[in-house]
C-alpha cells in the first residue's frame, strides 16, 4: 500500500489546519490508521488513530479536544483536523497503516504499523 500524505503549511498559533492521507494498493477496511509526528531533534510520537471498522478513535493527551480523526470510505482517505494549534505542535506529521488493528494497548506504538507515507511539514508560528 502506498500512503500519500498532504495539506500541511504555515500557520499561525491558535489557527487550524487539516493534513489528509490517501492510501492506494489497498484499501483501509480492517486496518487502523495512525498519524504520528516528529519535530526536530525529537523522537516520532502517536497523535491519533482511527480503526476503520468501526470509527474507534485515540488521541494522544497532548492533542485531545484540539485535534480530530476522520475517515471517508468512499476516498479511502484518513483526515486530521487540527484546531488551536500551538508552536509546540510543529512537526513532521506521518500517516501510518496496521492492516491487523492493533489492541487498544498498543495503538501508540510505532512497531504495529506497516506502511508509512511520506510525511507532511506543519509549522505553527507564535
Known amino acids: 500500500v502506498q500512503l500519500q500524505a498532504s495539506g500541511g503549511g504555515l500557520v499561525q498559533a491558535g489557527g487550524s489546519l487539516r493534513v489528509s492521507c490517501a492510501a492506494s494498493?489497498?484499501?483501509?477496511?480492517?486496518?487502523?490508521v495512525a498519524w504520528f509526528r516528529q519535530a526536530t531533534g525529537k523522537e516520532r510520537e502517536f497523535v491519533a488513530a482511527?480503526?476503520?471498522?468501526?470509527?474507534?478513535?485515540y488521541y494522544a493527551d497532548s492533542v485531545k479536544g484540539r485535534f480530530t480523526i476522520s475517515r471517508d470510505n468512499a476516498k479511502d482517505t484518513v483526515y486530521l483536523q487540527m484546531n488551536s494549534l500551538k508552536p509546540e505542535d510543529t512537526a513532521v506529521y506521518y500517516c501510518a497503516v496496521a492492516p491487523r488493528s492493533p489492541i487498544m494497548s498498543s495503538v501508540r506504538a510505532p512497531s504495529e504499523y506497516d506502511f508509512w507515507g511520506q510525511g507532511t511539514l506543519v509549522t505553527v508560528s507564535s
Open positions: 494498493g489497498r484499501t483501509f477496511r480492517s486496518s487502523t
Open positions: 482511527i480503526r476503520w471498522s468501526d470509527r474507534h478513535t
